[in-house]
């Protein structure tokens, strides 16, 4: 991988070097269901249709977001378990995906077992971040897609990671995870990563006919201010049907109110970056 990004520049007819700061997020939330592979391809597919190069990282055992990109479990060569487990490079883990400018490292099977072999590694909580920092430079973005836990894995993904992104679907115990997951984002940040922020957070599966989701986000939009997005991420079936066609939605139906909602997330987030500082303090 090249550790420099070299862009032309055609008024001249010169090429120069124009170093690629690359940011890492890591998608999390122990809680399951609430949208963390969904926005991981779908963010990631819609950063890299604004020019953005864009690695996922599977981190989930279960594989989602590797089957929700066509890459089907018998298809996949290298996975991240042999980046985390067997000392494999990153690069030659990475598999292209259909989408120009995205790549994914994909899981793999064995990856359930991870939790427990990692207790044993040395560096165990920095397998990942030891693996990643050869991306640096190589994509603008990495995506990290964590599983419904705060176990070993998504423990390296919240080391490896600049911040972290968290989808909330806005419901009843909504706010109580969420206190729960920025103990635990302050625990590491304080212990294993003192440069973690939080990037953000993101309404998933919003229904505005439901007064429950509005009463949620306004708490959640109290507690966070304006580190929750403006952009909310509506239920809609398209972005549940696209998985089973191996596609982000953004691919297989660009025009419906999901993929729009991502692609202005994405640019809600390029336009944080370009304004905020490169590194926002966690509020304690
Ligand atoms: N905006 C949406 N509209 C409709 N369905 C959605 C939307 N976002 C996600 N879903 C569906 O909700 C389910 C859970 O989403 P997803 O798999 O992204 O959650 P997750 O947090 O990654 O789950 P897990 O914790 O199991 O990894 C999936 O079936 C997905 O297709
Ligand atoms: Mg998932």
Redesign the pocket.
């Known amino acids: 991988m090249n550790l420099q990004h070299i862009e032309a520049t055609p008024e001249r007819g010169t090429v120069t070097p124009v170093p690629v700061v690359t940011r890492i997020l890591a998608v999390a ?1 122990q ?9 991981t391809v779908n963010l990631a597919t819609a950063l890299a249709a604004c020019g953005k190069r864009v690695l996922i990282v599977d981190m ?1 055992p ?1 594989g ?1 977001a590797s089957t929700g990109l066509g890459v089907a479990a018998d298809k996949r060569g290298h996975s991240i378990y042999q980046v985390l487990l067997d000392g494999m490079s990153l690069e030659a883990a990475v598999t292209r995906t259909l989408v120009p400018g995205m790549d994914i490292v994909p899981s793999g099977v064995d990856l359930s077992g991870a939790e427990l072999e990692l207790i044993d590694v040395p560096r165990r909580e920095y397998r990942l971040r030891d693996a990643i920092q050869q991306a640096r430079g190589t994509y603008d973005f990495v995506v990290i ?1 964590c ?2 836990a705060l176990g070993l894995l998504t423990l390296n993904a919240l080391v490896a990671a600049d911040s972290v992104l968290v ?1 909330l679907q806005a419901e009843f115990y909504a706010l109580e995870g969420l206190s729960h997951l920025m103990r635990t984002i302050d625990r590491v940040k304080r212990g294993l990563n003192p440069s973690l922020s939080l990037q953000g957070v993101v309404l ?2 919003f229904d505005r006919r439901n007064n429950l989701c509005e009463m949620v986000a306004a708490d959640v939009r109290g507690y966070l201010g304006d580190r929750v997005y403006k952009t909310m ?5 398209r ?2 049907e696209a ?1 089973s066609h191996g596609k982000p939605v953004l691919l297989y139906d660009l025009r419906c109110a ?1 993929s729009q909602a991502y692609v202005r997330l994405a640019r809600e987030i390029l336009q944080r970056e370009n304004s905020l500082p490169p590194q926002p303090a966690l509020a304690s």
Request: hydrophobic content about 20%.
């Open positions: 939330n809680k399951g269901g609430v949208g963390k592979t969904t926005t989930d279960q989602n897609d599983p419904p989808p998933t599966m991420i509506p239920r809609n079936v972005v549940s998985p999901g």
